[in-house]
């Protein structure tokens, strides 16, 4: 069955850097869209980004646009989230999610996720 | 995008069935078949319950049903049960602006 294990959270002073890892199987990971969705502590959810099955195409959500880079290794059946210059509001579960067909936009499997805490 | 609108809280008793809604300010939902919506526990990961506005994944109950009319989807769990206590969100795709987002939740008491 599908398994998506996130892992590298953990308290991270503001203005440092996180890298987040999602180990897939169970799946053809090379196959799938994917996507990081996170959740500030008793909040809802919030997509953060978004990667094309072969890595090519990136979208990120306007709160994290330009600190945050997503990227995936096909080779390692692997996702990862790079978060730069963390900011207090950045504190949330962060969850990896499948994507579902291109017809069906939607987040067909996820993982544990890993918290990031934002504190000094 | 436009945000979603979901009831903060609703509940029911065992067997009954209920609505959870969905609204978006535009007209987004109301064209789009990319809404879904997801259940999650306490402390659990969220699980896909409906997709492109009605369908179900496979594992998922009949219990669960997806629509919409106008600018709201809805979601209705009939013949409600202790283990549908949870949170539901429900999820709009933005098409050509490439982003996701998520109604505010709605907690759902199982009486």
């Known amino acids: 069955q599908v398994l998506l294990v996130e892992s590298g959270g953990g308290v991270v002073q503001p203005g440092r850097s996180l890298r987040l890892s999602c180990a897939a199987s169970?799946?053809?990971?090379?196959?799938?869209?994917m996507h990081w969705v996170r959740q500030a502590p008793g909040k809802g959810l919030e997509w953060v980004a978004v990667?094309?099955?072969?890595?090519?195409?990136?979208y990120y959500a306007d709160s994290v646009k330009g600190r945050f880079s997503i990227s995936r290794d096909n080779s390692q059946n692997t996702l990862y989230l790079q978060m730069n210059n963390l900011r207090v509001e950045d504190t949330a579960v962060y969850y990896c999610?499948?994507?579902?067909?291109?017809?069906?936009?939607?987040?067909?499997?996820w993982g544990q996720g890993t918290l990031v805490p934002v504190s000094s | 995008q436009s945000a979603l609108t979901q009831p903060a809280s609703v509940s029911g008793s065992p067997g009954q069935s209920i609505t959870i809604s969905c609204t978006e300010t535009?007209?987004?939902?109301?064209?789009?078949?990319?809404v879904s919506w997801y259940q999650q526990h306490p402390g659990k990961a969220p699980k896909l319950m409906i997709y492109?506005?009605?369908k179900r994944p496979s594992g998922v109950s009949n219990r669960f049903s997806g629509s919409k009319s106008g600018n709201t989807a809805s979601l209705t769990i009939s013949g409600l049960q202790a283990e549908d206590e949870a949170d539901y969100y429900c999820?709009?795709?933005?098409?050509?602006?490439?982003?996701?987002?998520f109604g505010g939740g709605t907690k759902l008491t199982v009486l």
């Open positions: 990667i094309s099955y072969d890595g090519s195409d990136k």
């Open positions: 999610a499948r994507g579902g067909s291109p017809s069906s936009a939607s987040f067909d499997d």
């Open positions: 492109e506005g009605r």
């Open positions: 535009s007209s987004d939902v109301g064209s789009s078949n990319f």
């Open positions: 999820c709009s795709y933005g098409g050509s602006s490439t982003s996701w987002v």
């Open positions: 169970g799946f053809s990971f090379s196959s799938f869209t």
